[in-house]
């Protein structure tokens, strides 16, 4: 497996994309790639370019293409192949939740905890699972609020997390 990954401007600053592909080369135009990292500069717990990656923008061109549609209002959805084996059983029933909450809708902490069987104290241990979500933007871990409806916590800033929530028209 060869880890590539590029580098792409959007709203939200520079965005590090990493993938995986099989068999050790860079995959033309992104056939085969696997997105394993999707993260914003200062992000807490972000990809960090590491040697032995390749730089492999070509690789990225599906996912790219996707996300300027997503950002230019042009699109709501991503069909994006993740990386396999990231995250503990418990983080991976979070972000599935996280990848049904619909564009332009959000639901709260305690929501997300109720539907992986984990509400009460469990709210906490949903949070940590989201806030360990390694792919900002198209697993929309941006779309979980507080249950007062205040924007809390969000790995990339909470100026990125209003700003994502403004371009799909939940909040105001």
Known sequence: ?????????????????????????????????????????????????????????E???????QLEAYFAGSSTRFDVAFAQGVGTEFQRRVWEVLESIPYGRTVSYGEVAARVGASGAGVRAVGTAIGRNPLLVVRPCHRVIGADGALRGYAGGLERKKLLLGLEGAVG
């Open 59 to 65: 690789a990225f061109t599906e996912i790219t293409g």
């Open 1 to 57: 497996m060869t880890t590539i990954y590029a580098r792409v401007d959007s709203p939200l600053g520079e965005l590090l994309l990493v993938g995986e592909v099989p068999g050790g080369s860079g995959a033309a135009g992104g056939a085969g790639v696997r997105l394993r990292s999707l993260s914003v500069p200062g992000q807490k717990g972000g990809a960090v370019v590491q040697d032995g990656w390749q730089h492999a923008p």
